[in-house]
């Protein structure tokens, strides 16, 4: 199994390398200049920054803070996803907590993944019609909550598929796919039944969005866009200044976060 990913890796590699292109100059529109640990833009273009006490803070488009939301209930937050702008799902990993937020940074609902002694999760994301896409280290498995929290699909045994126990550092689903983040680096493809369907030639990422069905990262100073049903690659300059800690994309936004600032580009 594992050769035969290597040589789909290589063969993928190149096509993606031939199908390389080009977007249009992206352009500073606004600036934030607050000082944080992670970004995230939602589809509506609102920005979110998380400050190193681990406060959401919320901003729209031209950069002015509108709402805030602090929890220091269930540890550090691990992850903050901005999918669905009106159902933020944070995910508190020490405490195995799921806190969802809506479009004030008021609390919907919370849910305890420890009320199951055999589920351990590392990590969460938002999935279409309120459900929650997790991933069991326990089960090795991607596993799809519905609205409730009950298991509505669960994937075969990562460890069966890949002979090894995979660590995965983050989820992200589009309408018709879940991609995992492994700890290495790698990116994995599975359908939204949970079917595997593909190990990604995209390693070393230190982050990745999903933007329509494209994946988006960056690295040094370029922004990459990469369609994995096509294999195009493109990529665009980012007008900042290095280093850059991490960039978010919304629709029409894109937010680069330095050492000290938050920079708000488009290309529009």
């Not at 079917?195 to 070393?204: G, H, Q, R, T």
Request: proline share 2%; aromatic share 10%.
């Amino acid at each position: 199994m594992k050769k035969l990913i290597m040589l789909w890796l290589g063969c993928s590699f190149a096509l993606l390398l031939i199908n390389s292109g080009a977007h249009a100059q992206l352009k500073q529109v606004a600036q934030i200049d607050t000082v944080a640990k992670s970004v995230y833009v939602d589809n509506l273009d609102n920005v979110y920054l998380l400050s190193g006490r681990d406060e959401l803070l919320k901003y729209d488009k031209s950069g002015k803070l509108r709402w805030r939301y602090s929890n220091s209930r269930f540890g550090r937050l691990q992850s903050v996803d901005v999918s669905d702008p009106l159902r933020l799902v944070l995910f508190y990993a020490d405490f195995q907590q799921v806190v969802v937020l809506n479009n004030n940074l008021n609390e919907i609902t919370t849910y305890s993944f420890a009320k199951n002694s055999d589920l351990l999760v590392a990590a969460a994301a938002s999935g279409n019609n309120n459900s929650l896409w997790i991933f069991d280290r326990t089960s090795n498995a991607l596993i799809k909550l519905s609205s409730n929290f009950t298991e509505d699909v669960r994937s075969a045994s990562l460890f069966q598929l890949f002979d090894e126990v995979v660590d995965v550092r983050k989820i992200a689903a589009s309408d018709q796919y879940v991609f995992l983040q492994r700890k290495s680096g790698g990116l994995l493809q599975f359908d939204r039944f949970g079917a595997f369907v593909k190990a990604l030639p995209l390693d070393s990422l230190s982050d990745f969005n999903i933007a329509n069905n494209t994946i988006v990262y960056f690295k040094g100073a370029e922004l990459f866009s990469y369609q994995p049903i096509t294999l195009e690659l493109n990529k665009q300059a980012l007008p900042v200044p290095l280093p850059i800690k991490q960039v978010a994309v919304g629709n029409k936004l894109i937010a680069v976060l330095s050492e000290k600032a938050v920079f708000l580009l488009s290309d529009n």
